[in-house]
């Protein structure tokens, strides 16, 4: 496995730097769960919005340890709660969190009053990336 090359890193930024649809997969008492979430990819991490007393959120707190796949990409990586969406620490990410979901963010499917309202941290630790033919097998951690 190889760090994280260049070329991985543009394919990544390029493929899930915006609005996209991955599955995230936890464990609670041994049982694994999976669904989709919207998520935005930036450095070797994805960003979720979502809310904190959900199911996926109690499952991480047991466990951080977590998988995801999306578009011919699959990976390990730690969840981390970066807290309330609307806290002054968060603003640069939920800014560009907001600009990467603009055509729903504001459908009142979330409510950014609510201190539960959160954002979830995917920081990747590997990771398996095809594209055009190439297999790039990933080390995310930074060197």
Known sequence: MEKLSWEAERIMAERFGKDSIIALAT??????????????Y?????YV???GLSNKMKQIEQ?????IA?????AHG?????????????????????????????NGHN???DENTC???????????FSHGTRYEIDFEPA
């Open 119 to 129: 954002i979830l941290c995917i920081r990747l630790r590997d990771g398996i990336l």
């Open 70 to 74: 999306g578009d011919w990409f699959t």
């Open 27 to 40: 464990t609670r008492d041994n049982v694994p769960y999976v669904r989709s979430v919207n998520a935005f």
């Open 78 to 106: 730690t969840a981390v709660n970066l807290g309330y969406f609307g806290k002054p620490e968060n603003a640069e990410i939920a800014g560009k969190l907001r600009g990467a979901f603009a055509e729903w963010i504001d």
């Open 49 to 51: 919005i979502t809310y």
């Open 111 to 113: 409510d950014f009053c």
């Open 42 to 46: 930036e450095n070797r991490a994805f």
């Open 63 to 67: 466990n951080p340890l977590v998988a």
